[in-house]
């Protein structure tokens, strides 16, 4: 996979989402220290980092599954605390890891169920469903499948219908290529690139991958310990980094990836 950091001017957007001193504790531990961050409009931001370093929580509490402790978090400049969050998440498609598909519906009725909630014309929902087919790269026939009839790249392109079916201008992504083989991940992980420098959202997408973020995000920021270490390119991060816990990180990474080569 070829590695390009994209170094994209931020002047002049404005922050689609904001965490302003965020915090969240579970009993006695604390996942999130007063964590300020934001995804800025039409760009890929992405959230990097170990497992447990609180950035899924972060994803949980913007789409309102998970009540900050303290702190604010503004999406399109709306606070979700004095919001519908229901009415909210309208505007918000969410990926899992493992496409959090319904297994009772085919995946048709699982990319267009919120669309008939809503009273859709059918249409309209035949219409939005086959422009989907055809950017997420799914053969319309695969749609009749129930989950269980899906291997793991087709489930996460039918999540990814599902979560764009409203036409939502923020999408969060919680590790959605971890669990694929890496032939998929990589396909995936172009058609994801392209998707995004297509249709201009706002996406906020986790992984602890380096090179995954690299090769996506406009933006990375790497947490750790439920803080943010440092923020920026890629290029910041790997010949800038600003505490020991990025360079061991860069280079934990790097050695992995050179081993794999070998091997």
């Not at 950091?5 to 007063?34: F, N, P, Q, T, W």
Request: hydrophobic residues 40%.
């Amino acid at each position: 996979m070829v590695i390009e950091a994209k170094d994209k001017k931020d002047r002049d957007i404005h922050a689609m989402i904001e965490l302003i001193s965020v915090s969240k504790s579970y009993g006695k531990e604390e996942i999130l220290h007063s964590v300020t961050l934001t995804a800025q409009e039409g760009k890929t931001t992405i959230l990097l980092g170990q497992s447990g370093c609180g950035k899924s929580t972060i994803l949980r509490m913007i789409i309102g599954i998970v009540k900050p402790d303290a702190g604010r978090i503004l999406v399109n400049r709306t606070d979700m605390a004095r919001t519908d969050i229901l009415e909210m998440r309208r505007n918000i498609g969410y990926v899992l890891q493992d496409g959090g598909l319904f297994p009772h519906m085919t995946g048709r009725r699982n990319v267009s169920f919120m669309a008939e909630y809503l009273h859709w014309d059918p249409d309209r929902i035949n219409k939005r469903v086959d422009l989907l087919s055809s950017l997420a790269n799914l053969q319309p026939g695969i749609l009749d499948r129930y989950p269980s009839q899906l291997s793991g790249g087709q489930k996460q392109r039918v999540s990814l219908m599902r979560a764009l079916m409203l036409d939502p201008g923020v999408l969060l992504f919680d590790e959605p290529l971890t669990a694929l083989d890496p032939i998929i991940r990589h396909d995936l992980q172009r058609d994801l690139r392209e998707l995004f420098t297509k249709l201009n959202k706002t996406v906020l997408l986790v992984t602890h991958d380096i090179w995954e973020a690299a090769y996506l995000g406009d933006r990375i920021i790497l947490m750790n310990d439920g803080a943010i270490e440092q923020e920026g390119v890629f290029d910041d991060l790997a010949d800038r980094p600003r505490t020991s816990f990025v360079a061991r990180f860069i280079n934990a990474q790097t050695r992995t990836a050179n081993r794999k080569k070998v091997e």
